[in-house]
Every structure is written in structure tokens, then in C-alpha cells.
């Protein structure tokens, strides 16, 4: 299931704060892209009786069911780019554009 890392649920707690929006959950959507790429939607809302909700790292998440497939398995982190430049990315088997991160030799 999707998963926050710490990083990226510390910032959302502190986005939610900063605008107005405490309380409200994270909803999630995701599109493919023709390239294969995927275009991630993010904001905060209360939800819906349709929409999927789960938790992860003290986060309340929501999101359509027809998103799942997209979502599933990826993982929303919060990461400093470049010195200064820090951003939500996502880690998603399933975007073209996706790098796994090299495996650790024992």
C-alpha cells in the first residue's frame, strides 16, 4: 500500500499547519501520462464516503478507489535535491521514469 516516509509526513504536518488546513486529510491522485510517466496531484481535503483512507507515519491519506492501481505501491518521501532545493518526490515501480535506488553489497 502507499507508504509517507517520516521526512515526507513531518512536512505535510507542517504544511497542514502553515495553511490553514489542520485536520483536514492528504488526498492523493495520480494520472499516466502517455510516456508512461505519472503526474501526482496532492492538496488536502476532508474526503468522502467512496474514497480509500489509510494512515501512514501519524498521516491521515485519502484517495478515489480508481487511483489505487497507480498508487499502491509507491512512496512519497521529502528530499533536499540540491543545496536549498527541497521537494515531495515520489517512488513508483510503475512510472517510466522510476529509478530504484542501488542495492546495498553485503
Known sequence: MFELTESAAEQVRI???EGGTEGMSL???AKM???GSIDYLMGFDEGNDE???LISNGVEIVMA???IPLL???VM?????EAGDFRFIFMNPLDANY???PRKRN
Not at 77 to 81: A, R, S, T
Open 65 to 67: 478507489p480508481e487511483f
Open 15 to 17: 504544511a497542514s499547519k
Open 51 to 53: 474514497d480509500i483512507r
Open 27 to 29: 488526498r492523493l491522485a
Open 33 to 35: 501520462k502517455q510516456d
Open 72 to 74: 499502491e505501491d509507491a
Open 77 to 81: 518521501d521529502y528530499v533536499e535535491l
Open 99 to 101: 529509478e530504484p535506488p
